[in-house]
């Protein structure tokens, strides 16, 4: 069954940041890094013993990553540089200086509501059934949420697995409805030509009901 492409990630490593790579460190800071512009975007983060984690999300082509030696370092960092011509050196920093290979990650999603005929003795959860990028950060909630009511069922229905199958699977395609919708409209939101101009105006909707009372801030 064929997804729909939504872009790329590209991850790499920087060991011993605030060592190492002091401004990519201080650009990251001590929380997590968003810094978009079009349809190219960094999340980056410093993981516990101060490695700074990074990803770079390219709106690109499905062949984009075929048309890269990723198994060439340098090569693999100047193609991935030129997507950030303009970019502070420390935000190039995280690509041009990482201490790792470039890691292609392609990043691909199912239509929303997709479904597909009951198979024999098997079934998916978590991931494997509900393909979509990882923008509505449901993932793992989905997933513990699948294994939970496929124990329950086949808990319910001992020695007849099937019948458990089938009724695991009764819910198994509505439930990722809204997360996979919030997953799609999310990626739409940070990666666009007019990007990050959609989030700051969502972060100031947000200190708005804030500063209303409508929401309460964590």
């Known amino acids: 069954m064929a997804g729909l492409h939504r872009g790329s990630f590209v991850e790499a490593d920087l060991f011993d940041g605030a060592k190492q790579h002091p ?9 997590m890094l968003f810094a978009f512009r079009g349809n190219t975007g960094f999340f980056a983060h410093k ?3 101060g490695t700074l984690h990074v990803h770079l999300g390219l709106r690109v082509p499905e062949d984009w990553i075929d048309t890269i030696d990723f198994d060439d370092t340098p090569v693999a960092k100047n193609a991935v540089l030129a997507y950030l011509d303009g970019w502070s050196g420390a935000l190039r920093g995280l690509i041009a200086n990482a201490d790792t290979s470039l890691t292609p990650r392609r990043i691909n999603a199912l239509p929303v509501g997709t479904r597909w005929d009951r198979v024999p003795a098997v079934t998916l959860l978590g991931d494997a059934a509900h393909v979509m990028s990882p923008f509505a950060g449901e993932g793992a909630n989905l997933a513990m949420h699948d294994g939970a009511l496929l124990a329950l069922a086949i808990a319910a229905r001992p020695g007849n697995t099937e019948a458990a199958l089938a009724e695991y699977e009764t819910d198994l395609f509505h439930r990722p409805t809204e997360a996979a919708g919030q997953s ?4 739409d939101l940070l990666f666009s030509d007019t990007s990050p101009d959609g989030l700051l105006d969502m972060f100031s909707e947000i200190d708005a009901q804030i500063a209303a009372g ?3 801030q964590h």
């Open 47 to 49: 993981e516990t013993d």
């Open 214 to 216: 409508k929401v309460e």
């Open 184 to 187: 799609a409209q999310s990626l």
């Open 23 to 31: 401004g990519e460190a201080e650009a990251i800071g001590e929380g």
